[in-house]
């Protein structure tokens, strides 16, 4: 059973930088690719960012495109986000997620870290 957990959350100032991390167990190898998601009060799960596990092939929402780079240390078995420049419009519940596909779309997506909050302050 894949287990993901977050951490790096927190309250940063609009133009600042937070770090997520997402610590991966997968016993089975099951997991082709990585992603992080975002949700803000009253609206769906977003897209932000995807990595392929192995590969390292990675893809942006365009919201996010120049500001926020995902990566993963495969000998640590934690993926990351990078996020800089952050905006107020920004601010939301952040999830890692883990897929057996490539794939952009959350339902593909088949198991979830429990979320971290992300607030930017104006």
């Known amino acids: 059973q894949v287990q993901l957990v977050e951490s790096g959350g927190g309250l940063v100032q609009a133009g600042g930088s937070l770090r997520l991390s997402c610590a991966v167990s997968d016993p089975t190898g099951s997991i082709y690719q990585m992603g992080w998601f975002c949700q803000a009060p009253g609206k769906g799960r977003e897209f932000v960012a995807a990595?392929?596990?192995?590969?390292?092939?990675?893809h942006y929402a365009d919201s996010v495109k120049g500001r926020f780079t995902i990566s993963r240390d495969f000998a640590k078995n934690t993926m990351y986000l990078q996020m800089n420049s952050l905006k107020p419009e920004d601010t939301a519940v952040y999830y890692c997620?883990?897929?057996?596909?490539?794939?952009?779309?959350?339902?593909?997506?088949?198991?979830w870290g429990q979320g971290t909050q992300v607030t930017v302050s104006s």
């Open positions: 990595i392929t596990w192995r590969g390292g092939v990675t």
């Open positions: 997620a883990a897929s057996r596909t490539y794939s952009i779309v959350p339902t593909d997506y088949n198991f």
